[in-house]
């Protein structure tokens, strides 16, 4: 992979360090690193699907599970591989969460060793007295 989107969430402790250290990591190894420019909706931050670039070959989430979450959401048909950095509390569903583990894991994405696991997106409906009050995307 050459080709890498950050999508971080800011309002973290610690996201805009390892968020400076991923793109200087991956260009010091010849990768394009470009950075997400998000706008806000209600319940968080938003990226539409189309502002990602159409040569990313994989997107980082910098930030919790809420922000890998929202990106998948936000992505999905898109079909681009993901890779969660913890900077929340829990972050189950990050691949990273320790600092000292990012390095080899940004290695082992720029040398194709990795191994991707397919990930099921459930949609919601809430139907109430026969009117549709809510529906999750996508």
């Not at 209600?42 to 922000?67: N, Q």
């Not at 320790?98 to 191994?115: K, S």
């Amino acid at each position: 992979m050459r080709h890498f989107y950050i999508i971080a969430n800011l309002d973290k402790e610690y996201v805009k360090d390892a968020q400076s250290f991923i793109k200087t990591y991956l260009e010091a190894k010849g990768a394009v690193c470009r950075l997400q420019s998000s706008c806000r909706k209600k319940g968080g931050a938003h990226r539409p699907s189309e502002k990602a670039p159409e040569d990313t070959e994989c997107v980082i989430t910098i930030g919790g599970d809420g922000t890998l979450i929202q990106a998948a959401r936000d992505l999905a048909g898109r079909n681009i591989p993901m890779v969660g950095v913890n900077r929340g509390h829990l972050g189950y569903l990050n691949q990273v969460s320790r600092q000292e583990d990012i390095a080899p894991v940004m290695d082992a994405l720029l040398e194709d060793r990795y191994q991707l696991e397919r990930r099921m997106m459930i949609r919601g409906l809430l139907i109430m007295r026969g009117n549709r009050l809510w529906r999750t995307s996508p």
